[in-house]
């Protein structure tokens, strides 16, 4: 079947450590996302990539970094300069970056030790 | 101002009558319009999506959009207890083919 796998489910971090959330498809889109979203909020963009090895910063891209080496594959890194990274982190993609549907993953939820 | 507004909610719909949910979106030149349902604790999925040539209707759904007031409305035809969730609401931008901007979402309650 055709989708966006995000893993792990759950990841907790600790004072001062990276961690690495994983998001793969294989729909054949070009553009992928990576959004944050807090209780009760929105979701907020971090990341974008429209095409392999380009990728942009969204609007809250402070403590964070991401990697296009591949058209299926777009990792998040969230680094210890994050101070507040407990949240529900999802990863998207769309066929096209122009104004298509965003098709989502199932989430990764992270939260401090 | 928000990009992108939607009232909170919830909003409390009797079984079988129309749920409306309605967004505001502040980019003039904005194209596409999406909707996405959020069940507690799982991702969004995508429900519809129209763009500024018309309206939509699919199934018990029907999205319809007012450009002069800059509004996009869903409608929830037959409600049933599954509808209830956080429904968001999503704009494309003018200013960046790339970038869609969510609303805050509002949440539904289906009464029996």
């Known amino acids: 079947d055709g989708g966006i796998t995000q893993s792990p489910k759950y990841l907790f971090r600790k004072e001062g450590q990276n961690v690495t959330l994983s998001c793969e498809q294989n729909l054949n889109h070009d553009a992928m996302y990576w959004y944050r979203q807090d209780p009760g909020q929105g979701l907020r963009l971090i990341y974008y990539s429209q095409i392999v090895n380009d990728f942009q910063k969204g609007d809250i891209a402070e403590g964070y970094s991401v990697s296009r080496e591949k058209k299926e594959s777009f990792p998040l890194t969230v680094t210890s300069a994050q101070k507040n990274p407990t949240a529900f982190y999802l990863c998207?993609?769309?066929?096209?970056?122009?104004?298509?549907?965003?098709?989502f993953g199932d989430g990764t939820r992270l939260s401090i030790l | 101002q928000k990009e992108v507004e939607q009232n909170s909610g919830p909003l409390s719909v009797p079984e079988g009558a129309i749920a409306s949910l309605n967004c505001t979106y502040s980019?003039?030149?904005?194209?596409?319009f999406f909707w996405y349902r959020q069940y507690s604790g799982k991702s969004p999925e995508l429900i519809m999506f129209i763009y500024s040539n018309g309206d939509k209707e699919d199934g018990r759904f029907t999205a319809q959009l007012n450009k002069a007031s800059q509004y996009v409305s869903l409608l929830i035809r037959d409600s049933q207890p599954s509808d209830s969730a956080t429904y968001l609401c999503a704009v494309g931008l003018y200013s960046s083919a790339s970038k869609i901007i969510f609303g805050s979402g509002t949440r539904l309650s289906i009464r029996p």
């Open positions: 980019d003039r030149g904005s194209q596409s």
């Open positions: 998207a993609s769309s066929a096209t970056p122009s104004n298509q549907p965003q098709h």
